[in-house]
């Protein structure tokens, strides 16, 4: 597990150098590209993990992109970690890949595309509160539509590759059986110790 952290924190700086080599029309609009891997962890990897997973993408991004001691990096944690709460809030309650103790699965369930929808609103959110209590005062009401609309787009477009990915990815469906058996194993060592 823990090379599987540490790959996917690589992964998450290579997406962050790619998405800042891409032109942005502002400067705090970013496609979330360095997502992928956090929206992958979910499925795979405890809470814990995940938070661990979401510091090393926020540093790694603030580092590449010059913005590790400025208010973007703040923005940016504020966002990544509220998307990461909303996100393993919304899976606990609703993932659909896993089965829960009694073997059944959840009331509802929700795809990789409504829980990173999910992620994009409370990071837009929290960017917005952000917003209006550090920089922009009132004034933050004017970007709200753009952030928004941005938003919705980019973890639309972001849930929809991760969907196909996980669905047509081996390597992603080997990491589901590995940690799933690994679960059930340890699941049954702890019932032998009762």
């Given at each position: ?48 993990k995940?938070?661990?997973?979401v ?22 944690s ?9 996100m ?63 938003g ?43």
């Amino acid at each position: 597990m823990k090379k599987l952290v540490s790959f996917l924190a690589a992964l998450c700086l290579f997406l962050a150098a790619i998405e800042n080599a891409i032109p942005k029309p502002l400067p705090f609009l970013r496609l979330g590209l360095a997502n992928l891997p956090v929206i992958l962890a979910l499925f795979l990897l405890p809470s814990r993990k995940i938070l661990l997973l979401v510091l090393f993408k926020v540093l790694a991004q603030g580092i590449i992109s010059g913005t590790l001691f400025s208010y973007i990096f703040l923005f940016s944690s504020g966002g990544s970690f509220a998307s990461a709460l909303a996100m393993m809030g919304l899976y606990a309650l609703c993932g659909n890949h896993r089965r829960n103790e009694t073997n059944e699965r959840k009331l509802f369930s929700v795809s990789a595309v409504g829980i990173t929808l999910f992620g994009s609103l409370a990071s837009t959110f929290a960017q917005l509160f952000l917003a209006r209590f550090i920089l922009f005062g009132e004034n933050a009401k004017y970007i709200a539509p753009i952030l928004l609309v941005s938003g919705l787009i980019t973890g639309l477009l972001l849930g929809i590759f991760a969907e196909l990915f996980m669905q047509k990815s081996n390597w992603f469906k080997g990491l589901l059986t590995d940690f799933s058996e690994t679960a059930t194993k340890s699941d049954v060592e702890k019932s032998d110790e009762i």
